[in-house]
């Protein structure tokens, strides 16, 4: 089974560029959640997908941060514009459910903001 | 506001020896606890898990422990092996996941 995938990797840019991360969940797999992992902390959810709609954004910067689920499967989070502090690793994961407590994760993008 | 913390950043353990991970936190409402290690440059994985209506899970040479009165739970690995070098992440469970900070474990061999 294909785990979840992630791309870029890594990516830098200046402050006040854009930058956009692309997420494939796990097949079947419902529920999509974007986190945000800055150095020394545990990751932090941004946002929540079931099938294509939203069900958490409440600690989405959304002056600056915008996802979106078309068709309930690839997922896309943008930055615009970014700044220093959103330097860190942006991790994807999904699971069947939306009720259980298992996610699986994909690898992250490392995203540094200079 | 720090709903689970692990106060631990690091822990050295010899190969073979027991290995106890800590984690406190405050927030009631967790209805489950969870462990997830993650090596580097990969995602976290899922390891252990525990009801909070519990207070002993065990899988192999894991077990969680949870002490609700105290807010506590700890992870126990015997007897510990180089592979389980890894960051650990403590983590509460109620409408989402609430990561600590992580605890880096080294075995030395």
């Known amino acids: 089974e294909a785990g979840v995938a992630q791309s870029p990797r890594y990516k830098i840019i200046e402050k006040r560029q854009s930058v956009a991360f692309w997420c494939n969940p796990i097949?079947?797999?419902?529920?999509l959640y974007w986190y945000q992992q800055i150095l020394g902390q545990g990751p932090k959810l941004l946002i929540q997908f079931q099938n294509n709609g939203v069900v958490d954004d409440s600690q989405l910067p959304k002056d600056r941060f915008s996802a979106e689920r078309l068709k309930g499967v690839d997922s896309t989070l943008k930055i615009q514009p970014a700044k220093l502090e959103d330097s860190a690793v942006y991790l994807c994961?999904?699971?069947?459910?939306?009720?259980?407590?298992?996610?699986?994760f994909g690898p992250g993008t490392r995203l540094t903001v200079t | 506001d720090q709903q689970v913390k692990q106060n631990s950043p690091s822990l050295s353990v010899q190969e073979g020896r027991i290995s106890i991970l800590n984690c406190d936190y405050t927030?009631?409402?967790?209805?489950?606890f969870l462990w997830y290690k993650k090596y580097p440059a990969e995602g976290p994985t899922f390891l252990i898990s525990?009801?909070?209506?519990?207070d002993k899970n065990e899988d192999g040479r894991f077990t969680v422990f949870l002490n609700k009165s105290a807010k506590h739970l700890s992870l126990h690995i015997v007897p510990s092996q180089p592979g389980d070098s890894a960051v650990y992440f403590c983590i509460g469970s109620a409408r989402q996941l609430t990561f600590g900070s992580g605890t880096q474990l080294t075995v030395l061999p």
């Open positions: 994961a999904s699971s069947f459910s939306g009720s259980g407590y298992e996610q699986y």
């Open positions: 927030n009631s409402m967790f209805d489950y």
């Open positions: 525990i009801s909070s209506i519990k």
């Open positions: 097949s079947g797999h419902a529920t």
